[in-house]
């Protein structure tokens, strides 16, 4: 879109996005949200209360994302969990070989967000809890032993490796995630 027509909510929205991804969320001040946005600090405080109601919209946004993509798998392979399970770990392993790839956003938002009461990392809870609740729906809808506990080692599996594209620590990075989650798939 044409950054002279996007409203400045939406530029406001997209500068913190890319500003929260690449910096952290603490790591960033409302001016040089505003700045990236070609506004004023007061141009952002018109649209966001305050930073962490950004925060909090931006994680929003994310978890849509992610659900979007689990709903997109759900209608492309309606009949089919273990292409639903392992499509989403294709999604996974795709973004954290990505040379600009600077972790999972939800990890590192909670681990700026000390507070658990924070409405962000509140989202962030619920959004993994129905992720690891869908996963083990899946995982026994594609008839795997002990769905829960697939489920389970999935989602460590997912995250571990989102830890270790940050770190560079495992080789064949991808390769490897998704013959893993294969492994569990099999499993039993």
């Not at 919209?57 to 492309?76: F, H, I, P, T």
């Not at 590192?108 to 609740?133: C, F, G, M, S, Y």
């Not at 008839?143 to 829960?148: F, L, M, N, T």
Request: net charge positive; proline share 3%; hydrophobic share 45%.
């Amino acid at each position: 879109m044409n950054v002279e027509k996007q409203s400045i909510r939406d530029r406001l929205f997209d500068a913190a996005s890319q500003l929260f991804y690449a910096e952290g969320i603490r790591g960033v001040g409302v001016e040089a949200i505003a700045k990236a946005a070609r506004t004023t600090k007061m141009g952002l405080y018109r649209h966001f209360e305050s930073k962490d109601v950004l925060i909090t919209e931006w994680v929003r946004q994310l978890v849509a994302q992610y659900a979007a993509v689990m709903d997109g798998l759900e209608a492309r392979y309606p009949d089919d969990a273990r292409r639903q399970l392992m499509g989403f770990a294709e999604f996974i392993a795709d973004d954290v070989v990505r040379a600009s790839y600077r972790g999972c956003p939800f990890i590192n938002t909670i681990a700026e967000l000390p507070d658990a009461a924070h409405p962000a990392r509140q989202l962030i809870e619920v959004h993994k809890a129905r992720q690891l609740r869908r996963i083990g729906a899946l995982c026994a809808r594609a008839g795997v032993a002990e769905p829960k506990l697939a489920a389970i080692h999935l989602t460590f599996l997912l995250e571990g490796a989102q830890t270790a594209a940050q770190n560079g620590s495992v080789p064949r990075l991808r390769e490897n995630l998704l013959k893993l989650a294969e492994t569990v798939l099999n499993a039993g």
